[in-house]
């Protein structure tokens, strides 16, 4: 009889982004003439950067040849990756990294799920509240979040409150927790952290021999001085911290898939009997075990990014979300509306008017705007009486959503 792993069955019944699908099929089949624009949506909509499609054609051209043909690669990336990501990622900004400590992926957030496979199942994780939904499913699905208490919190998992009121920037947490997630700029508050901020908490985690996992996926939308680009420009953070990079948002990769993550060697961990453990060989472990290595066409994709058309290409990208971020903090603020984000993100996060509940909200603002947001509390409980926006639709889509959200306001 083969057992299940029961873990699965303790998510809870709902995922945010399966049930907004169903309203807006729901409000198509009533409405088959409507044009409904996403607003909300974390995928984005410009076509990847010339340079990186012309890299991947030469990398096809070279699988077609005898000669040049490649087989299985290396199962942590390629050298003439990481090679770069070493220069343009780190060196640039003052951070000094070896090439075993990169491990190339095919996105972040199988490496943001997978990375619990190196930890005990007795950790205390802390998780911000509100944020990307997949650190806590994946602490659940993994047997690492302990049991359901009755406020439907779980028990091995602190939530760390970003609220209005802490201008959304994480506190440290009174009791003392092993393993700390966090993503700047946010995912949906649209944050930054300033190198202060999180100086507290590198210095947190190095007091409490705990180990800091760094999502920085949004990293490439950064536009402010004060805002570290890496969690290593902070004094000590190669100690006690892990980074997971993305291509999706920074050019376009989300279907193409490619990300990487750093696991410095100097990160230590411990067994129950208080052995040291390099987390880094533990990784490379997992990976080599469970992966056979991202696609020699991605990694040269990804490569052509840090050229000097690539670079330009992208950054260009990045302007035009910004810039759509721009329209809609400025026309929803024009409401009289108290929104965040959008400055160093593409995210923004928005106060529902009235105390609206979120899903109230993002119904009327679907039926009636035919105009998609994500409602808060998707990101946890403390993201109810919010909603995301985003800048990743086109430039025409995001004016015509404004439109029609002004004139719905009224
Ligand atoms: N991390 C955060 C904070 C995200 O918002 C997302 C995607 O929306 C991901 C990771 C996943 O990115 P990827 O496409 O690299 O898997």
Request: include cysteine; charge should be neutral; charged fraction near 25%.
């Amino acid at each position: 009889m083969a057992l299940v792993n029961e873990n699965y069955l303790k998510l809870p019944e709902y995922y945010v982004f399966n049930e907004i699908e169903q309203k807006i099929n729901a409000h198509k089949v009533i409405h088959p003439e409507a044009n409904v624009i996403r607003l909300g949506q974390g995928d984005v909509s410009r076509p990847l950067p010339d340079a990186v499609i012309r890299a991947m054609q030469g990398a096809v051209a070279e699988l077609a040849d005898v000669k040049t043909f490649r087989g299985y690669g290396p199962e942590t990336g390629y050298r003439f990756l990481i090679e770069k990501i070493l220069k343009y990622d780190y060196q640039s900004r003052g951070v000094s990294l070896s090439a075993d400590e990169i491990f190339i992926s095919d996105g972040s957030k199988s490496d943001v799920g997978n990375i619990g496979h190196i930890f005990g199942r007795d950790n205390i994780i802390a998780i911000t509240d509100p944020v990307y939904p997949v650190y806590e499913n994946a602490a659940i699905m993994g047997g690492r979040s302990g049991y359901l208490n009755d406020d439907d919190l779980w028990s091995n998992i602190v939530y760390i409150p970003c609220t209005e009121k802490n201008g959304f920037v994480p506190q440290l947490p009174d009791e003392k927790v092993d393993i700390i997630y966090l993503c700047y700029p946010n995912n949906p508050t649209g944050i930054a952290l300033t190198k202060e901020q999180l100086k507290m908490w590198v210095d947190y985690a190095l007091e409490n021999k705990a180990i800091i996992i760094y999502d920085g996926a949004y990293t490439a939308y950064i536009q402010e001085d004060n805002i570290p680009h890496s969690i290593y420009e902070i004094k000590g953070a190669k100690k006690c911290a892990i980074e997971i990079r993305s291509y999706s948002k920074t050019a376009g990769f989300t279907g193409l898939r490619c990300s990487y993550t750093v696991v410095p060697k100097d990160i230590i961990g411990y067994t129950m009997y208080g052995e040291v453990l390099r987390v880094n060989g533990l990784w490379n472990r997992r990976v080599t075990t469970y992966y056979n290595g991202t696609s020699y066409v991605v990694q040269r994709g990804a490569e052509a990014m840090y050229s000097k058309e690539g670079q330009k290409q992208y950054k260009e990208i990045i302007d035009y979300y910004m810039t759509n971020a721009a329209i809609i903090r400025s026309e929803l603020t024009s409401l009289g509306l108290d929104v965040y984000g959008g400055v160093n993100s593409p995210n923004i996060w928005v106060k529902t008017p009235y105390k609206k509940d979120s899903w109230r909200f993002f119904q009327e603002l679907l039926y009636d705007a035919e105009v998609v947001c994500i409602p808060g509390d998707g990101f946890g409980k403390l993201g109810a009486g919010f909603f995301r926006f985003t800048g990743f639709n086109s430039r025409e889509n995001t004016e015509e959503a404004m439109r029609r959200f002004k004139k719905w306001m009224g």
